[in-house]
């Protein structure tokens, strides 16, 4: 195992809402039961099983959507998601979630993205880049290059380049969709890099989306 620690490794595939500590998750259910705005016993047992099916997965990606609804706990989830990638000598990281507008907090889709992106910045246990978009995919591999020189030129504090990619759940309309891929393009200089289209396949139908849009 300790050699598995110590090799430097790239993510290219992490759900934000999904890489959280279960011990983080009980402790923001605790305080929303403390607040009485949930019932602990309910979403205990949805946090602490283990051997999910997928049905179980994407109940307890519900149950994450119920504990994370401020700016505040989005910018902490972020910051501790891509520090914990670090601590397990993850140099590349390549971080989706989906923008959630949420009314009674005052949230919105660009406010949620701002807050991810606030917790990426103030991570300080570990220097983080967050790699805006490059237009010219031939430059894909420069910021690479540049943790290789700052390695030969003796910087050894240990860095984490970040692309964030914006999820679209399958669940949403066309033209929360559409929200989100206009989003997407706005926020590119900020370290928005792309489009993932995720959600429980279960659930919803992208061909029937599509079909109005095209109609
Ligand atoms: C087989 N694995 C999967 N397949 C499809 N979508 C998945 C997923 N794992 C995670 N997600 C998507 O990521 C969301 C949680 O992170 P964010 O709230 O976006 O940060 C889930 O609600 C789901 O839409």
Not at 1 to 11: F, G, Q
Not at 170 to 176: F, G, I, K, N
Request: charged residues 25%.
């Amino acid at each position: 195992m300790e050699w598995w620690m110590s090799m430097p490794k790239v993510e290219l595939h992490a759900h934000l809402n999904g890489s959280i500590r279960g011990s983080t998750l009980l402790e923001l259910a605790r305080a929303l039961w403390d607040k009485g705005l949930i019932d602990f016993s309910q979403v205990e047992h949805v946090i602490l099983k283990n051997d999910r099916s997928l049905t179980e997965v994407f109940k307890l990606f519900d149950v994450i959507r119920i504990l994370t609804t401020d700016h505040m706990t989005v910018t902490r989830i972020a910051n501790k998601v891509v520090e914990d990638f670090a601590s397990e000598k993850v140099v590349y990281l390549e971080l989706r979630t989906t923008p959630k507008k949420n009314d009674s907090q005052g949230m919105s889709k660009r406010s949620y993205v701002e807050a991810v992106l606030e917790g990426i910045r103030s991570v300080s246990s570990v220097d983080v880049a967050l790699i805006p978009y490059i237009e010219d995919p031939r430059n894909l591999l420069d910021p690479l290059h540049a943790a290789t020189n700052d390695k030969c030129n003796g910087n050894s504090r240990k860095k984490i380049f970040v692309r964030l990619l914006l999820s679209v759940d399958r669940r949403e309309t066309t033209e929360a969709t559409m929200e989100t891929v206009k989003l997407a393009l706005e926020m590119r200089h900020l370290g928005v890099v792309g489009i993932d289209v995720s959600g429980n396949p279960k659930v919803g139908e992208w061909y029937l989306n599509l079909s109005r849009t095209l109609a």
